[in-house]
């Protein structure tokens, strides 16, 4: 692999006081002498730029970190802070993020390329070309984290570009340098942006400088106008269309139009099939009685056919009109061609207009083109049937042979089913035979459970014919005890009087035995008379007590 590249060289042109003086110049001195200066300039103007530079862990502090000359530089340094522990944390690979050493001035930002190819060999330097500003100093040293030990410090300079900015890296070696460039070139910063990718240039040198014009030997890198991008053919392609305006390629394809981004110039204006006027409907003898706008595409006859292309100027302002037929462009406000060169269609190069081709040659070059076309139109519609057959081929081929496997491994698992399923069926006949002699066992027994059922029936009919005895003469011996009960009863009650009077007898038998007078009692007569009224009573109560 050559080690020949073409390094780029950073200047900051910074703004001087004698800029201002010219500026304040009349419109006729600065005609009559132009400033190189300013024509380098083109539209740019001065505005802010500020340098921020993030500086290792393991580098200590020094005075010459600012890239700015310190006369025309607002900066804001380390703190003692900061610089005391940037020093003493010289065993962590990292970088200092909180406060970084910001230097603003206003200028403009140049980056030059060189004309030749040089050995990059002695090169430290890289630069991030168009870092999208969604892209923060915290994430874009995420990104670079695996090589912070490598680098020696990060440079982030902002210009009035838009939504972008630009990263300076100076690593440690020449090897580090080219192993980043090798693996972050035309890497995507975010996985979420897939399209925003990481352009990287090879720098020899960053300087400042007071006027604007490019080193010997150095070309500015110019922008593209649609991604306002520097523009390197070393690290994407540049194509320069017609008009003489240079974009990216993939821009340019992606602009999806056939006209210039900037100056809306059609590159490749597209004939109408029937070669006749929008307005009138008149068919044109010619391609070149019709005419174009390149600013809406309006297709009207020229002035000696029906003058609608001049109309449509007189009525949309739309001044610029390309004749079909010869590709030239007419002004009609300056009343005369703009474009006085022509596309050859032979070899694709511009050639001075020699006026409408004859008859003749027009013809000969309409039969040719037709017969080109012709032949065109059959290879490639031959080309596209084959195509088309041998892809229809080659996809029933396909589908054939996937069918066939699907047969195959439905045949298979068809076999194994019926293997499955006589297995089954074996099983279940087992089964079958098992709860056959079960359903028997089941019936005999059944058979013998009602025999006893029906015995235990009429055994029950007759224990409850026996109970209806047995309550029936339960009943009478109830009703025969009740009246030996009262009949005991009463007998008891006899008995009870009888042996009171005995008890009486007994007791009046030993008194009479203890008393003095015994003898006189013994010769003595007994005579019972009424009881009075009143003893009945009371006897009586205290016989129902």
């Not at 600013?295 to 100027?313: K, P």
């Not at 279940?428 to 015995?455: G, I």
């Amino acid at each position: 692999m050559s080690d020949l590249v073409s390094k780029c060289v950073l200047r900051v042109e910074v703004n001087d006081s004698s800029e201002s003086n010219n500026g304040t110049q009349g419109a006729e001195a600065l005609a009559q002498n132009v400033d190189p200066k300013q024509k380098n300039h083109g539209r740019r103007k001065v505005r802010d730029i500020s340098v921020e530079t993030f500086p290792s862990r393991l580098e200590t502090p020094r005075d010459d970190w600012g890239l700015l000359p310190i006369s025309s530089r607002e900066q804001t340094p380390l703190t003692e802070k900061d610089a005391i522990e940037l020093a003493e944390d010289k065993g962590e690979i990292g970088f200092f993020s909180g406060n970084p050493f910001v230097e603003i001035t206003k200028g403009i930002l140049h980056l030059y390329k060189e004309d030749v190819l040089t050995s990059r060999k002695d090169a430290l330097s890289l630069c991030l070309v168009g870092v999208p500003c969604s892209l923060t100093c915290h994430d874009l040293l995420a990104f670079t984290a695996p090589c912070h030990a490598d680098i020696a410090h990060i440079r982030v300079l902002r210009d009035s570009i838009p939504n972008q900015y630009m990263c300076l890296l100076t690593f440690r070696s020449h090897e580090s340098a080219l192993e980043f460039y090798y693996t972050y070139n035309s890497a995507p910063f975010s996985t979420l942006e897939p399209d925003i990718l990481c352009r990287i240039v090879w720098v020899s040198r960053i300087e400042w400088a007071h006027d604007g014009l490019p080193p010997p030997g150095h070309t500015e890198l110019p922008m593209c106008p649609v991604c306002l991008e520097r523009m390197d053919e070393s690290v994407d392609g540049v194509l320069t269309i017609l008009c003489n305006h240079a974009f990216h390629a993939s821009c340019l394809e992606k602009w999806g139009d056939s006209t210039c981004p900037v100056c809306r110039c059609v590159q490749s204006p597209e004939q109408a099939e029937t070669s006749e006027c929008e307005k009138c409907g008149k068919i044109a003898p010619s391609p070149d009685a019709l005419w174009i706008c390149l600013i809406c595409g309006h297709v009207g006859c020229g002035r000696y056919l029906g003058g609608h292309a001049a109309s449509h100027y007189i009525e949309s302002g739309h001044c610029y009109a390309l004749q079909l037929g010869s590709h030239r462009v007419w002004d009609y406000k300056g009343d005369n061609f703009v474009h006085r060169l022509l596309q050859n269609k032979a070899d694709g190069k511009l050639v001075p207009s020699e006026g409408p081709p004859s008859e003749a040659e027009h013809a000969q070059e309409k039969v040719d083109s037709v017969q080109l076309e012709f032949t065109y139109l059959l290879t490639s519609q031959l080309e596209e049937q084959r195509l088309y057959f041998e892809d229809r081929l080659a996809l029933l081929e396909i589908q054939l042979q996937d069918e066939a496997k699907h047969l195959r491994k439905e045949l298979t698992t068809l076999s194994q089913d019926k293997k499955q399923l006589q297995i089954n069926v074996h099983d279940l006949t087992k089964e079958k035979l098992a709860l056959e002699k079960k359903l028997q066992q089941q019936s005999s027994k059944l058979s013998t459970t009602l025999h006893e059922l029906n015995e235990e029936k009429h055994l029950g009919k007759a224990l409850r014919n026996n109970q209806q005895q047995w309550q029936t003469k339960l009943n009478n011996l109830e009703e025969s005890f009740k009246e030996l009960k009262i009949s005991k009863e009463k007998e008891i009650a006899d008995l009870k009087e009888q042996v009171r009077d005995l008890m009486f007898f007994i007791n009046a038998q030993q008194v009479i035995e203890k008393s003095e007078d015994r003898e006189d009692i013994a010769q003595g007569s007994v005579s019972i008379g009424e009881a009075p009224q009143t003893s009945k009573s009371k006897h009586r109560r205290r016989k129902q007590k």
